[in-house]
């Protein structure tokens, strides 16, 4: 007995070829022309488009011309996004290690970071009580000058108490509030 027989196939065969390759090119030219075709159409189409809304348009403004911006209202694009940043974090960079004033009326600076660092590190963070003791400490302080000033600045200014006027220089308002009380309490 063959192998073929005890297979029980019959004649084994194979196919020739897997693909025609005639018809793919053809189907790929055709799919380029067509898209050559509507690419044209299209630009017929909208150089048509384009004269009609030029010919229905009305003429611009000529005054518009004239108080047209010449740049665009902000925010505006960076023109060098890199340098931009580089001159920023130059800026950051000396704002962070240097000494310098953030308010000088209320005694405020600003110190480099580092230092900043070490002088938590070795002081710790502040505690509510702390912060608190702080702020009243300050207050008591303003305050007591406050206080000073108006004792000090009354002597000179009896004459414009007794009119009602708060002389210049107490900021704490006790010479308003002695005002207040020769006229009335207004």
């Known amino acids: 007995m063959s192998e073929q027989e005890m297979s029980g196939h019959g004649q084994?065969?194979?196919e020739g070829k897997d693909l025609r390759f005639r018809p793919i090119v053809w189907a790929s030219i055709g799919l380029a022309l067509i898209t050559l075709v509507f690419c044209a159409?299209?630009?017929v189409f909208f150089a048509f488009l384009s004269a009609r809304e030029a010919s229905q348009s009305p003429a611009p403004n000529p005054l518009a011309a004239a108080e047209a911006r010449t740049e665009p209202p902000s925010p505006r694009l960076l023109v060098d996004p890199v340098a931009s940043y580089h001159e920023f974090k130059q800026q950051e960079e000396?704002?962070?290690?240097?000494?310098?004033?953030?308010d000088k009326e209320a005694g405020l600076v600003h110190v480099p970071i580092e230092r900043?660092?070490?002088?938590?590190?070795?002081?710790?963070?502040?505690?509510?009580?702390?912060?608190?003791?702080?702020?009243?400490?300050?207050?008591e302080a303003a305050a007591s000058n406050g206080a000073n000033a108006a004792a000090a600045?009354?002597?000179a200014a009896q004459g414009s108490a007794t009119q009602g006027v708060a002389p210049a220089g107490?900021?704490?308002?006790s010479g308003q509030a002695a005002g207040r009380q020769e006229h009335g309490g207004r």
Do not use: C, F
């Open 12 to 14: 084994i065969s194979y």
């Open 170 to 173: 107490t900021g704490t308002g």
């Open 153 to 155: 600045a009354g002597t």
């Open 116 to 139: 900043a660092i070490k002088t938590l590190a070795a002081q710790g963070l502040p505690s509510y009580d702390a912060a608190a003791e702080r702020e009243r400490a300050r207050n």
């Open 94 to 102: 000396v704002l962070l290690n240097s000494y310098g004033w953030v």
């Open 41 to 43: 159409l299209m630009w």
